[in-house]
Structures are given as structure tokens and as C-alpha cells.
């Protein structure tokens, strides 16, 4: 059972530079499944070393189960790690890789070899327990590298990418595993992805990063329904959210021939940014209020496919068509958005304005 809290968490790994983890606040709740997420080099892996004791932190400071853990050493915090590269000790069978780290804190033989088979029984890896390393497929490894982490029933589980080995079919599969192992376990869990979808689908409630700084921390549903940003728009989502810069006149925005009502906040303005998610832009007539654009790719996923192509103006759209309609490249659309889901971001600071 345990809380993490982030207090003005920074790192500077060069002073001349911005720091790569800057100021950050996070709260997390006792078995909580929190997400970091964003783009290569914006700090998660280096936030998730600091909560683990593996990088100093230099500023602020952070709390497991309201206990300042900034200056204690990682072996003290209670914390067990899963890397992506799940380095297993290749001569070790699956039992001895995964009971090691018991044995060698001194646990006896009988009652590491208990923990070790109730993982095993969790994660499925019963069978396997005689094995070396290389007899197993990248998943069971996977698994293996968990069950090391299991075993010592740490107050926090933090994850750096642990499937970004594993291929596309087993990532699926692999994801809702842990994430429903999480849930059984209750341990609290802090986990690192590039990959916005694994974030989404895996997290209780997902921190978005861009440049070392926290951008938004939401569920799931909020950070699609209502990011913060510009950059949490696009970032959320795929394919991404659109974007168009469009001019403001007496109140409305005209997106094409289609007009948006802005809020009132922004009398004065001139430009917008307003954004809507493929899903929320409608093929319709000719004749009707819209905006034009050439198809020049298609995804046929099945289900669904997505269409995507330039506007007169140079602008690029994608949007969602559902099975019962289909297009083809050099086809020309006419997109109309759905009033309800189109969102408004300041041309300048990129910050939601409704
Ligand atoms: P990725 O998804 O590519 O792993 P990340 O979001 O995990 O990226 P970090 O690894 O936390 O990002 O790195 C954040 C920033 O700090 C980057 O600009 C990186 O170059 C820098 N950085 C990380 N480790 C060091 C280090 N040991 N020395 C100097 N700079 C570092």
C-alpha cells in the first residue's frame, strides 16, 4: 500500500540548458496505474529513475507514503523496477531468476521458493519455472522479468517501456495482462511509454510531457474529451486531432464556408486555432457549408477507414469514414465539423480558450 507524490521534482543534467525534468507535481493515489507519457526525450524516463532512486533529483522533492525518499538509497525505497531490457541471468532457470534478488535480501530457501511459485501461479509461469532464459519466447520473458518484480511485493511497481520488445501482436495482448495483474495486485504503479494508445488504454489516469514539463494529468477519456493544449490535442489520438488556424470575425470562425460560434473570451482576436478529431468532421453535399480537401491517402482498417488529404489552402485533414462508406485517393470530399466536438487553443500559447 502506498502513495507517491512528485514535489517540484527537477533534474538538470546540464546547467546551461532547460532542465530535463522541470517542476514536477504529481500526486498518486494508493494502487493507482499512472501513466507518463510524450515524446522521445521529454523527461518520463528520467521522472521514473528519480521516483526509483537511479537519478538524483536536485530540486523539490519525492514523497512514497508521505515519507521524503529524495536522498534514500534505491534499495531502501521498496521499489522494484521492469526495464525494457529485461536482462535475465541467462545460466539462471526461471525460478532462480526470479527468486535471486529474495535470496540474496536473505529470505530463506522454503520461503522464496513459495513466492516465487505464487508469482509463477499469477503470471502463468508454472511450467516454465525449470527453463533458462533463451527456451523462452520474448513474451514469457516478458513475464519472467514481472515475476522478478512480483516476488519482492514492492510498495511500487515502476515500469520503463517493458514491452517495447515484444512484437506488435504481443504488445496487445501483454498490455491488458499486466494491466489486469496491476488491478489484482493493487500495487501502485508508475509507467513509462512513448506509445499514446498503451497510455491510454492501460492507465488510470495519464501524465502528458513535453520538454520536462508536466502538460496535463487526466483519465483516460478527459485528456481525449478536453486536453489542456494544442499539444495534448495532437498528441491524443490517432490520427491526430485537426488542426486549423482559421480567422475570426463578429464572433464567429469560419472554417471554409462552415462558420464556428467562438466563446466570448476571445473578442478581440483575429486568428484561431480550433481543432476536431477525425471522428468529428462528416462527408456532406456539395452545396452545404464545409470545408474541401483531395484525398490522397486511405487506410482501410476494416471497421473503419481513414481518409486523408490537402484543403485548397494547404492544410491537412483526416477524418474517419465508418463501413458503410468509402472513398479513393484523388477523390474530392466536402467535411463539415460536429459543432458539439470542436475545440478552440490560443493561436500564441497554444492554451484551450472555451
Ligand atoms: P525516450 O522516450 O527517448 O526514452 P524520455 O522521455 O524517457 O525519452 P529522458 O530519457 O528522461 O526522456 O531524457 C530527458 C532529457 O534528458 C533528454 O533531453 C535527454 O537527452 C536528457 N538526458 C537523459 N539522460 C541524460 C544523461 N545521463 N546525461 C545528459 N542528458 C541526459
Redesign the pocket.
Known amino acids: 500500500m502506498a502513495t507517491v507524490r512528485f514535489a517540484g521534482a527537477t533534474r538538470r ?2 546547467t546551461s540548458s532547460a532542465p ?1 525534468v522541470d517542476s514536477l507535481d504529481i500526486d498518486i493515489a494508493d494502487g493507482e496505474f499512472l501513466v507518463l507519457v ?1 515524446p ?8 521514473l529513475r528519480m521516483l526509483a532512486g537511479l537519478e538524483p533529483v536536485d530540486e523539490g522533492t519525492i514523497y512514497i507514503d508521505d515519507e521524503d525518499m529524495t536522498r534514500v538509497a534505491p534499495r531502501d525505497r521498496d521499489v522494484a523496477m521492469v526495464f525494457q531490457n529485461y536482462a535475465l541471468y541467462p545460466t539462471m532457470t526461471v525460478a532462480q531468476n526470479m527468486g535471486f534478488a529474495l535470496r540474496n535480501a536473505g529470505v530463506s530457501r522454503a520461503d522464496t521458493r513459495k513466492q516465487v511459485e505464487e508469482a509463477a501461479r499469477i503470471l502463468q509461469l508454472e511450467d516454465l519455472l525449470g527453463r533458462k532464459p533463451s527456451q523462452l519466447s520474448g513474451g514469457q520473458r516478458q513475464r519472467v522479468a514481472m515475476g522478478r518484480a512480483i516476488v519482492r511485493r514492492p510498495k511500487v511497481f515502476c515500469m520503463d517501456e517493458p514491452l517495447s520488445n515484444l512484437d506488435a501482436k504481443l504488445r496487445v495482448s501483454t498490455r491488458g495482462e499486466i494491466a489486469g495483474l496491476q488491478r489484482r495486485l493493487g500495487v501502485t504503479t508508475v509507467y ?1 511509454t ?1 506509445d499514446q494508445v498503451e497510455a491510454m488504454t492501460m492507465g488510470t489516469r495519464v501524465a502528458v ?1 513535453k520538454g ?1 514539463v508536466l502538460q496535463q494529468i487526466a483519465a483516460p477519456r478527459e485528456l481525449y474529451d478536453r486536453p489542456v493544449n494544442a499539444f495534448v490535442a495532437g498528441f491524443i489520438g490517432t490520427p491526430a486531432m485537426n488542426l486549423v488556424e482559421v480567422p475570426v470575425d463578429g464572433g464567429r470562425a469560419m472554417v471554409g464556408t462552415a462558420g464556428v460560434d467562438v466563446p466570448a473570451s476571445l473578442d478581440g482576436r483575429d486568428r484561431i486555432l480550433l481543432g476536431a478529431r477525425p471522428e468529428a468532421l462528416r462527408v456532406v453535399g456539395e452545396s452545404e457549408p464545409g470545408m474541401e480537401f483531395v484525398v490522397d491517402l486511405v487506410e482501410e482498417l476494416g471497421a473503419e477507414s481513414f481518409a486523408y488529404g490537402s484543403t485548397e489552402s494547404g492544410e491537412r485533414l483526416a477524418i474517419r469514414l465508418d463501413r458503410a462508406h468509402s472513398t479513393a485517393v484523388g477523390e474530392r470530399l466536402r467535411v463539415r465539423h460536429l459543432d458539439s466536438e470542436v475545440h478552440a487553443f490560443d493561436t500564441e500559447t497554444g492554451l484551450r480558450v472555451d
Open positions: 543534467f546540464d530535463a510524450g522521445s526525450g521529454c523527461g518520463k524516463s528520467t521522472s513509462v512513448h510531457l520536462g
